[in-house]
């Protein structure tokens, strides 16, 4: 007699299906699973989009457009009290700043503030993180104290400066006065304006670009300084010889920005003189304080949109020069293409 030891199939309701069993699993689960699943892959998928999505939406609000908007606006007659009536100008606001003498002071006058207050602030810069790159005490302490007129507002620093040159009971010319100089009046010469315009960038940005050069001094490996120690090299030489050749890029990239800031300088002139015109002359009167001046008080949204827009030409021309130098310096030290 035999036995049959397979388990026994379980009762079936009449006229219905088998009950789900551990190996048939519940088609509910299996839906859940696959919604899950689903989700899980869109997820994957459009999370990142997601995320660097209020980036795009803010640059494209008050970046992209107001770039087009100010790039069609040049080509219109158009006022600021009503900026949506425009008349077609073509390139009119365009070919009026060549005859402008406002707007090529302007640029004469930001050209020679940003070469004044560019050249003394890298050279600071440079010598400064050369004397942080050595091990000094509390070199922290003197790292952050570098930083701390970048942190300072422009308007204070503006202030300040401005009570520093003041004629009458600035600090400047009571300090002239002891060494028998008469006082000066610096917001009213061309050049001692432009001077005193300058003195505030470079406080400001000097200690900046210290910690640029310091970090990219950093970088600079100690095998160098050793083989130049042991050729007999002095600390002077092994900076010039070892330490600037190194900080090429660094430097053209601090001054490529120094550049770039100096073309877009406003807040300094505007407050040291409390007025857009740049003094009583024009004297330090930049491009920014001009198309602030067509726009804001001479309410021309036309022209101001064309002098802003001749600024981003200028910008592309430096970066452009800029790139082409630093090919020929790669090119001079075989690391070009």
Do not use: C
């Amino acid at each position: 007699m035999t036995t049959d030891h397979r388990a026994a199939a379980p009762p079936t309701k009449l006229g219905g299906a088998a009950p789900p069993t551990a190996s048939s699993p519940d088609p509910k689960e299996q839906r859940r699973a696959r919604r899950r699943s689903r989700r899980y892959m869109r997820d994957t998928k459009w999370s990142p989009y997601a995320f660097i999505a209020p980036f795009f939406l803010f640059f494209g609000a008050f970046g992209l457009f107001p770039l087009i908007f100010t790039g069609w606006a040049s080509l219109h007659r158009v006022t600021l009290q009503q900026p949506t009536t425009m008349e077609w100008a073509g390139l009119h606001n365009y070919t009026r700043l060549l005859s402008d003498e406002f707007f090529w002071n302007a640029l004469r006058n930001t050209f020679t503030i940003g070469l004044i207050a560019t050249v003394p602030q890298l050279l600071m810069a440079l010598m400064l993180a050369h004397l942080l790159n050595y091990k000094l005490r509390n070199s922290m302490f003197f790292r952050v104290a570098m930083l701390t007129p970048y942190a300072t507002s422009v308007a204070a620093a503006t202030l300040v400066f401005a009570m520093l040159y003041g004629r009458d009971y600035g600090m400047i010319n009571w300090a002239l006065g002891l060494v028998g100089i008469d006082k000066i009046a610096w917001e009213a010469g061309t050049w001692t304006s432009q001077f005193a315009v300058s003195t505030i960038v470079i406080w400001r940005w000097t200690g900046y670009n210290t910690l640029i050069y310091l970090a990219a001094m950093q970088a600079v490996p100690n095998d160098l300084y050793e083989s130049a120690a042991l050729d007999g090299a002095s600390r002077w030489q092994q900076f010039i010889h070892v330490t600037i050749p190194s900080l090429r890029p660094t430097i053209l990239f601090t001054v490529v920005v120094s550049t770039i800031g100096a073309t877009q300088l406003f807040g300094e002139p505007l407050l040291f003189g409390g007025t857009p015109s740049g003094g009583s002359q024009h004297q330090y009167q930049t491009l920014g304080l001009h198309l602030y001046e067509v726009g804001w008080s001479f309410y021309n949204l036309g022209r101001a949109s064309a002098i802003a827009w001749a600024m981003f030409l200028i910008l592309i021309i430096i970066g452009l020069l800029y790139w082409a130098v630093a090919r020929w310096i790669g090119r001079s030290t075989g690391k070009g293409a």
